[in-house]
């Protein structure tokens, strides 16, 4: 009878230090998240309300420092991906926060086509949808790992998607494009919590790996909650 006692209560002691460990992670994870969503904030309003952004578009179109920005989050997020394990969490927050900036320049348009009203109501409804779905991933016992593959599938068919109407150039296919992208980064978000959760990476908290863990999934979030917004942005409208 004493020995069952004694390992319920190591059991307890041991699901307790990993809630505990997860909450911490988590901490991290969002914390880094809001730092990057600040800084591209930031820098969009920036650029939008000064004569910078007059370095990025021209009369006809894109400069060449336009192209740049415009492209160069994505190779970043390919060589942050790929450089995990060489580079040192110094490197890697450096290149997070300067994602984070060239984020926002490269976004800083949209304060222009449209209105601050739209802007303002997009986000707000982008917060409460990623909230709402972050804390579903983080509490249900449900296991998720299925549906996040349905959903990375889902999203390759949204990139072929967008791809096949810059040549077709479709409204009603552009309609069912943000349809489908506030459907699945809604998804994937719930999938990501859930993932960063239950990794066995908690333990490496406050160590160089999982910091850099923290990094990568405040990255993941991040752009969950961008690609959202952008997708949430074009259904509700409201341009200038």
């Given amino acids: 009878m004493n020995i069952e006692n004694n390992y319920s ?11 505990t460990l997860s909450k911490k992670f988590m901490a991290n994870v969002f914390i880094w998240m809001f730092a ?7 820098v969009a309003w920036m650029f939008a309300y000064s004569s910078l952004l007059h370095l990025l578009i021209t009369e006809t179109g894109l400069s060449t420092l336009g192209w740049i920005v415009m492209f160069s989050p994505f190779v970043m997020v390919i060589f942050m991906s790929f450089g995990f394990n060489k580079m040192s969490f110094f490197a890697l927050m450096t290149l997070f926060l300067v994602y984070s900036a060239l984020m926002g320049a490269s976004l800083s348009f949209i304060l222009l086509i449209y209105t601050a009203q739209t802007i303002a109501l997009t986000f707000l409804i982008t917060a409460a949808m990623f909230g709402a779905m972050a804390i579903a991933g983080y509490t249900t016992k449900i296991d998720l790992t299925k549906f996040g593959s349905i959903m990375f599938m889902a999203l390759i068919g949204l ?21 489908a992208g506030v459907l699945i980064f809604t998804g994937l978000t719930a999938w990501d919590v859930q993932r960063m959760k239950k990794a066995s990476y908690m333990e490496m908290i406050g160590t160089e790996t999982g910091n850099k863990m923290a990094l990568m999934g405040a990255l993941s979030l991040y752009l969950n909650f961008i690609n959202l917004f952008l997708f949430l942005l074009r259904l509700i409208g409201g341009r200038n």
């Fill in 9 to 19: 209560t190591l059991e307890s002691k041991v699901l307790s230090e990993d809630k």
């Fill in 36 to 42: 990057g969503l600040i800084i591209t904030a930031s």
């Fill in 159 to 179: 990139v072929i998607a967008i791809v096949v109407n810059l040549f077709m150039k479709s409204s009603g296919l552009q309609w069912i494009i943000s349809c």
